[in-house]
């Protein structure tokens, strides 16, 4: 394929957004990254055009069998200025674990890397620079053959799109309330849990509000043989810390390998902190918070990075974890891995790169 990337600059730049009230996902920047695959001749045409709709025929398979892959990550507005991308090649690698479990052919990692680069470069007037703000960057695949049989796709397109996004906490890092879910499953070792593909949300959709219904922000996913041990904390991967160690599900084909809890571990684990990837029950947390050793419980994710979890419900069996406040290596995981995004921190892991 050429790893020339043409560009065509939009002639009608948009209004920018208040950059004190972004949210999360409402606008998109002046342009996209596009390329497209046609089998026999793989990736090609890789092209940054203005931000437009696609033009696709209704037939087209993703929107009747969900063939599709995504990611997310974001740059930062360093406090000296400069551009920063935290740890991207895990992004890039892990869209083709997600296409060759959804018989998506593989990309060119790299080469994604660079485009993800090029990209934010020709619309980096869009990073917000207030506390806590950053681009968010997301990268997705979909089949596109206009074709009604069930089998992979023999088209695709790879698109990536940019949104400025607000602090995920404006008021400082909160505790949330979380729903122990025994009824619904996310994901079965087997499926598809381990790969970042649409269809999995669309599945926890219904769970999630329920949970609303009932006063809760999420809820925790328990297996789903046994509804016994858990697996994830609504899209984040999740940590206890009991009796001064700390324990999160292994990875065994249903939960997403997060790189914020690939991070978290690398973290804890130079700071002299055990971590075990294992199984671990709702009855074993419930148990540890009964004999007084249940000291944190947190999830990870791009968007948050840690998000505390300060109650659970199991079947109306409600506990507090430290007071529904803020534990300290909950805070201390967040302020070292935002302080190395926001370049306030040294990277002693090699884990940003400079978009320039
Ligand atoms: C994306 C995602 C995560 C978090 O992954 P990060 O790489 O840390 O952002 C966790 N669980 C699910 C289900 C996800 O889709």
Known sequence: ???EIRVEKTNMPKPKPDMTKLGFGNYFTDHM?????TEGRGWHDPRIVPYQNLCLD???MVFHYGQAIFEGLKAYKAVDGRILLFRPEQNMRRINISNERMCIPPIDEEFAVKAVKELVMVDKDWIPEE???SLYIRPFIIATDPYLGVRPSHTYKFIIILSPVGAYYPEGINP?????ESNYVRAVRGGTGYAKTPGNYAASLKAQVEAHEKGYTQVLWLDGIERKYIEEVGTMNVFFKIGGRVITPALQGSILPGITRDS????????GIEVEERSISIEEVYEAHQKGTLEEAFGTGTAAVIS?????NWNGNIITINEGKTGPLSARIYETITGIQYGKIEDKFGWIQEVK
């Open 1 to 3: 394929m050429s790893y």
């Open 33 to 37: 990254f596009i390329m497209d695959y």
């Open 58 to 60: 209704p037939a087209t």
């Open 131 to 133: 506390e806590g703000t």
């Open 176 to 180: 949330v309330k979380i729903y122990v």
């Open 264 to 271: 978290t571990i690398q973290l804890l684990r130079s700071w």
């Open 308 to 312: 505390p979890v300060g109650e659970l």
